[in-house]
C-alpha cells in the first residue's frame, strides 16, 4: 500500500508540475483518468488494509481488556455474600462482553473518521479553488484559426501585486515570426502566456482573427496553439507517449514522421527501447537538447496555427543547438509564431522584433532598424545575443579590458554582463 501510495504521489507531483503543459494541450480529462486509475487502486487497498487492522485491533484489546476478570472477582464475592445468584453473574457477564466490543469500535471509527475529515477538508478546499479563467456560457466554436493574433493595450498582474504588463499593444498577421526581446523577468513568458488564455488580463484584450479570445470555447483556442517552452515537461511515459502527448489519436507513424521533422528521430532510434524507451523519473534521463526535440516533435504532431516557443535560457552546445534549430524551421513554417528569443538567429529569423522594458513595448521592427533607433534593443542584442562566448581555455587574466567591452554606464551592470557571460 505504502508503495502504491509512493507511485500515486509521484503522479500527482508530475500532474502538478506539467499542468500548464497539460492545459495547454487540452488534455485535462486524459490526465484526469490516468490519474483517477492510479489513486483507485491505492485507495482500494488502503481500506483494506484499514478494515483488517481495525478488526485485528478490535479482537486483541477485547481479549486482552482486564474488564471480564474484574467483573468475575468481583462478582464471585458478591455471589459469597449472596447478593448474587451464579446464573446471574454468567448472565452480567455475557452483557458486558456485547457492551465491550461495540465501544471499542465506535472508538476506533471516531478516530479513523476524525482523521478523514481532515483529509476531506483539504480536498474540498482545492475543490471548490476557481479556475483562473472561466469560459462564458455563450463562448463560440472558433474553428482552425487563421492566426492573426491582436493585443490591445494589455496590462497584467500576478497576484502579488506588481504591475508586470503595463498597456502592451502588438500584433502577429497570419504566417508572421514575432521575436519577443527584453531582460530576464521582464514579462515575456507572462506575455506570451495570455494567449493561451493561462490568465487573463486585467485590461485590455486579446483578439484572435478579430474575436476576443475570451469569447472562445476555451478547448478549441488551446486546440489551435502549440506551446515549446522555457522548461521542458516530460511525463514519466515511454518517448512514443510523450510526443503522442500532442494528439493522443495520432498514429505510430505519425509520431514517427514528426520525430523526423524535429531531428529527434536518429537519436531515439539509437535509445535501449528506441520509441518505447521509458524516459523520465522511472526511467532513460534525455540531455536538455534531446528534451526540447521531443517537445518540438510534440508541437509539430498537433499542428497548431500559433506557435509559442519559449527559448531555452540554458546554454546547448553548438551540435544540440544546430539541431534544435532545424528542428524548429519546419514547425514554424506556415504558422504565426510567437517566439521569446534567446537565440541571435532567432532575431535575425524574425519578421518584427518586440522589444520589451519595463511592462512597456518599447520599440517593434526589424532588427537593422531597431539597433539603429532603440537604445535598449542595442544593450540586449550586445549583451544577450552577440555577446563573444568566453571560451574556457581562456585564462581569466586575459579578460577584456573595460574599454573593449560594450559601454556601459555604471560598474554594477558591467559586472552582471560579465558575470553572464562567464556563465556561459
Ligand atoms: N506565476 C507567477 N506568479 C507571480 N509572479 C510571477 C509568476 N510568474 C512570473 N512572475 C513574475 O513576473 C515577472 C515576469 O516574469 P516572466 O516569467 O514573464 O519573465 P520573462 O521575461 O519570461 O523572464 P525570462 O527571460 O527569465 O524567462 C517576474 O518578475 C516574475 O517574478
Ligand atoms: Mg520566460
Given at each position: 500500500v505504502r508503495e502504491r501510495y509512493a507511485n500515486v504521489q509521484k503522479d500527482l507531483q508530475e500532474l502538478l508540475s506539467g499542468i500548464s503543459i497539460i492545459k495547454a494541450f487540452s488534455r485535462e480529462k486524459h490526465t484526469a483518468i490516468r490519474m483517477v486509475r492510479s489513486t483507485k487502486e491505492a485507495v482500494r487497498k488502503e481500506v483494506k488494509l484499514n478494515i483488517l487492522s481495525a478488526l485485528a485491533g478490535i479482537s486483541s484489546t477485547v481479549i486482552s481488556a482486564a474488564g471480564p476478570l474484574v467483573l468475575i472477582w468481583y462478582g464471585c464475592a458478591e455471589i459469597m455474600r449472596g447478593y448474587l445468584t451464579v446464573g446471574g453473574l454468567v448472565a452480567f457477564n455475557s452483557f458486558i462482553r456485547y457492551l465491550f466490543g461495540p465501544t471499542q469500535a465506535l472508538m476506533n471509527i471516531n478516530f479513523s473518521v476524525q482523521r478523514s475529515l481532515a483529509a476531506c477538508q483539504r480536498i474540498f478546499e482545492m475543490l471548490d479553488l476557481q479556475p483562473e479563467v472561466k469560459e462564458k456560457k455563450?463562448?463560440?466554436?472558433?474553428?482552425?484559426?487563421?492566426?492573426d493574433v491582436v493585443l490591445q493595450d494589455v496590462s497584467f498582474s500576478y497576484?502579488?501585486?506588481?504591475?508586470?504588463?503595463?498597456?502592451v499593444s502588438l500584433r502577429a498577421r497570419p504566417g508572421q515570426i514575432v521575436a519577443l526581446v527584453g531582460t530576464?523577468?521582464?514579462?515575456k513568458t507572462t506575455l506570451v502566456s495570455l494567449i493561451p488564455r493561462f490568465y487573463d488580463p486585467e485590461q485590455g484584450r486579446v483578439l484572435i482573427d478579430g474575436t476576443d479570445i475570451r469569447d472562445m470555447r476555451l478547448r478549441s483556442l488551446r486546440d489551435n496553439i502549440g506551446i515549446v517552452s522555457q522548461e521542458t515537461f516530460l511525463f514519466s511515459s515511454t518517448v512514443r507517449e510523450n510526443i503522442r502527448f500532442g494528439r493522443l489519436g495520432a498514429t505510430d507513424q505519425e509520431v514517427t514522421e514528426a520525430a523526423r521533422l524535429a531531428q529527434a528521430h536518429e537519436f531515439i532510434t539509437r535509445l535501449?527501447?528506441?520509441?518505447?524507451t521509458q524516459i523520465g523519473e522511472r526511467g532513460v534521463k534525455l540531455s536538455g537538447g534531446q528534451r526540447q526535440r521531443i517537445a518540438i516533435a510534440r508541437a509539430i504532431l498537433r499542428n497548431p496555427s500559433i506557435l509559442i516557443l519559449d527559448e531555452a535560457t540554458s546554454n546547448l552546445d553548438s551540435e544540440s543547438e544546430r539541431a534544435i534549430q532545424q528542428a524548429l524551421r519546419p514547425l514554424m513554417k506556415n504558422r504565426t509564431t510567437f517566439v521569446i528569443a534567446h537565440r541571435l538567429s532567432t532575431v535575425l529569423d524574425a519578421d518584427k522584433i518586440v522589444v520589451l522594458d519595463g511592462g512597456k513595448v518599447v520599440a517593434q521592427g526589424k532588427h537593422s532598424e531597431l539597433y539603429q533607433s532603440c537604445p535598449v534593443y542595442r544593450r540586449l542584442y550586445d549583451e544577450q545575443?552577440?555577446?563573444?562566448r568566453i571560451e574556457?581555455?581562456?585564462?581569466?587574466?586575459?579578460?577584456?579590458?573595460?574599454?573593449?567591452v560594450t559601454p556601459v554606464e555604471s560598474v554594477e551592470e558591467f559586472d552582471h554582463g560579465y558575470l553572464l557571460s562567464l556563465e556561459e
Open positions: 455563450e463562448a463560440v466554436e472558433p474553428g482552425r484559426l487563421k492566426g497576484d502579488s501585486g506588481d504591475r508586470i504588463l503595463d498597456g530576464s523577468g521582464v514579462g535501449p527501447e528506441g520509441y518505447d545575443f552577440l555577446n563573444p574556457e581555455e581562456i585564462p581569466i587574466q586575459q579578460q577584456p579590458s573595460a574599454s573593449e
